[in-house]
């Protein structure tokens, strides 16, 4: 059974930072993709960050780009994500996600989810 499991969110000042972590079970993940999304009521989910278990190689949407940065801890089974300058916009809740490295967008088709943590940001 695989297991996703964010931790992490919180309140802080527009440009603050957080770091939100996934920790993930269930079976190995060298050969996935773990990514983040975030969903803010009302709005579409949007892709956040990704990285590639096996290798470290990481991709990120123009959005978010040199204020967050994704990376994983092979032996505590965990990904963080780690958000910097935060701003109001930011405010979401934010979810960790998992899929086989098959060769899709970076930011499509994840297969497993966790149940999200809340981020918000005030101005």
């Known amino acids: 059974q695989v297991q996703l499991v964010e931790s992490g969110g919180g309140l802080v000042q527009a440009g603050g930072s957080l770091r939100l972590s996934c920790a993930v079970s269930g079976r190995t993940f060298s050969g996935y993709v773990m990514g983040w999304f975030r969903q803010a009521p009302g709005k579409k989910r949007d892709f956040v960050a990704a990285?590639?278990?096996?290798?470290?190689?990481?991709y990120y949407p123009d959005s978010v780009k040199g204020r967050f940065t994704i990376s994983r801890d092979n032996a505590k089974n965990t990904v963080y994500l780690q958000m910097n300058s935060l701003k109001p916009e930011d405010t979401a809740a934010y979810y960790c996600a998992a899929k086989l490295a098959l060769g899709s967008r970076w930011e499509d088709n994840y297969d497993y989810w966790g149940q999200g943590t809340q981020v918000t940001v005030s101005a």
């Open positions: 990285i590639r278990w096996s290798g470290g190689f990481t």
